[in-house]
């Protein structure tokens, strides 16, 4: 089981993005995906989470200007990024809760760059 993150880039003060993450192998179900970003020499800050019935929840600094949303059929989570600023340039990954056959697992997306240029 693995995640696949896509969608990131260089983009201009005030443009936007948007970033794709499929989970694929062996699923039962996911229960909560987020999306989660790490600046040059900074720890790794959540960004945003969305639970399996679609409830959401989003880091102050995002709020307005990033929605994250899921396709529960697709094993996807995306996250719509506007009004980005220079300071949201960071490696944004993904992380899901998977329930596999037999088990439960957390899962890591790769990572994808997004920079914002001012």
């Known amino acids: 089981v693995q995640l696949q993150a896509s969608g990131g880039g260089l983009v201009q003060d005030g443009g936007s993005l948007r970033l794709s993450c499929a989970a694929s192998?062996?699923?039962?179900?996911?229960?909560?995906m987020a999306w989660y970003r790490q600046a040059p020499g900074k720890q790794r800050d959540l960004v945003a989470t969305?639970?399996?019935?679609?409830?959401?929840n989003y880091a102050d600094s995002v709020k307005g200007r990033f929605t994250i949303s899921r396709d529960n059929a697709q094993n996807t989570v995306y996250l719509q990024m506007n009004s980005l600023k220079p300071e949201d340039t960071a490696v944004y990954y993904c992380?899901?809760?998977?329930?596999?056959?037999?088990?439960?697992?957390?899962?890591w997306g790769q990572g994808t760059q997004v920079t914002v240029s001012s």
């Open positions: 992380h899901a809760d998977v329930i596999i056959p037999y088990g439960r697992t957390r899962l």
């Open positions: 192998g062996s699923i039962v179900s996911i229960n909560t």
């Open positions: 969305i639970t399996s019935d679609g409830s959401t």
